[in-house]
């Protein structure tokens, strides 16, 4: 018993779970065929008094000539299903509708239904794989949805899948000051195929999407008068670096980065279905990446002026002060021969008139006075001296009164 079916004049599945009223019952003339095995199915369970829940069977009730087939196709159609519940109530939403273009029962795709979201004035085609099929079936699918809706953004939501995760390991990268770790991941030639046509791949991850950024590696040149040798506190070697390709990785790119972001963050501007927020990190990569080039170049010339400069001159002791003598071996400077002080300088007659050639008088410098040694003290009970006032007739008499 099969839950879906793929119906030949719509040409699209159908699921039991979504309305089957109106669709003719039983065989219907081969309308219904295996999505697995391609063989005709019967519609069961339509009527309004059945007592079964509508399913598909294939002819006389006999399972599928595909089980393990069978049972994933449901699986992803599960997967879809349950995704398309969680685009119809992103805000912004106006519509959500399921399709298989380019779906073809004789060349199967192998791709389950797609999600036709309409957000605002954009129509956006979601795809949900649980694994991707070869390139052309990829690059068919792509065709078919341009042809079918043109114009449309075609976002491609895949699976974590363990064996492509894990293969390269994390990267730390600078955002708001602090190291975040971000996952790469090897592109592969269906991923790779997708984002040639155009379209966008991004890994779902529960209510979490990782989109992709282009990781460059890259080695600094070595430019004169640069040393990129032994840096202190660096384990790896600083000319390697690397830098980002945005807001799509670059076909040259050597690995993809994985931004993580809210997928209800998809629909934020209510009119564009589009990872703001992851382009607003790799705008800050961006400016971080260019930060570190400058900064890298500028110490290997810091570390190259710090190697290479000249030795500092010696340090000899300085000499005590004292009068300044010339060198012994150099020449004695002649000296003006020392004239006599004149003690008593002839001073012309005063009639004669100076002359060009006559000598003005050099006046002596002025002669301080003899110092005059100070009085003694006198004692307090030393005998008056007599002065010669008192040897006059009355002046003894005078003072006695």
Avoid at 5 to 25: F, M, N, S, Y
Avoid at 61 to 75: F, K, N, S, T, V
Avoid at 89 to 114: R, Y
Avoid at 340 to 367: G, I
């Amino acid at each position: 018993m099969g839950t879906s079916a793929w119906d030949t004049e719509t040409k699209r599945p159908i699921h039991v779970d979504q309305c089957v009223e109106g669709l003719p019952i039983g065989l219907a003339g081969g309308r219904y065929l295996c999505r697995a095995c391609r063989d005709p199915l019967i519609l069961k369970g339509a009527r309004p008094e059945a007592k079964v829940a509508p399913h598909f069977a294939h002819q006389g009730g006999g399972p599928c000539r595909l089980p393990e087939r069978e049972a994933q196709i449901d699986a992803d159609d599960e997967v879809v299903i349950q995704l398309s519940h969680q685009i119809r109530a992103l805000p912004g939403v106006t519509g959500c509708t399921l399709a298989s273009p380019g779906d073809d029962p004789h060349q199967p795709i192998g791709l389950p239904p797609v999600v036709i979201a309409q957000c605002g004035e954009t129509t956006v085609v979601i795809e949900r794989p649980g694994t991707l099929p070869s390139p052309q079936a990829v690059r068919r699918r792509i065709l078919a949805v341009r042809d079918h809706h043109a114009g449309a953004a075609h976002v491609w939501f895949l699976r974590r899948d363990p064996a492509q995760f894990g293969q390269l390991p994390s990267h730390t990268v600078r955002l708001g000051g602090r190291d975040v770790e971000h996952q790469r991941v090897a592109p592969t030639e269906q991923q790779q195929a997708i984002l040639d046509a155009g379209g966008h791949v991004y890994w779902l991850d529960g209510k979490l999407v990782l989109v992709p950024y282009g990781y460059h590696a890259f080695r600094h040149p070595a430019r004169p008068e640069q040393d990129w040798t032994n840096w202190p506190r660096w384990r790896e070697d600083p000319r390697d670096d690397w830098r980002i390709s945005k807001p799509r990785p670059a076909p040259d790119a050597d690995c993809w980065g994985l931004v993580p972001i809210a997928l209800s963050s998809l629909t934020r501007t209510r009119a564009v279905f589009q990872p703001a927020d992851a382009h607003k990190i790799m705008d800050e990569l961006y400016a971080a990446q260019e930060g570190r080039y400058r900064w890298r170049n500028r110490r290997a010339r810091e570390v190259y002026a710090e190697r290479h400069a000249p030795p500092p001159p010696p340090v000899t002791a300085t000499p005590a002060e004292g009068p300044a003598t010339a060198p012994a071996d150099a020449p004695a400077e002649a000296q003006p021969p020392e004239q006599p002080r004149q003690t008593n300088p002839v001073v012309p007659p005063a009639d004669s008139a100076p002359t060009p050639n006559t000598p003005m008088p050099v006046p002596l410098p002025p002669v301080a006075p003899p110092a005059i040694p100070p009085q003694p003290p006198l004692m307090p009970n030393a005998p008056r001296q007599r002065r010669w006032t008192d040897f006059l007739p009355g002046f003894r008499r005078r003072r006695a009164r």
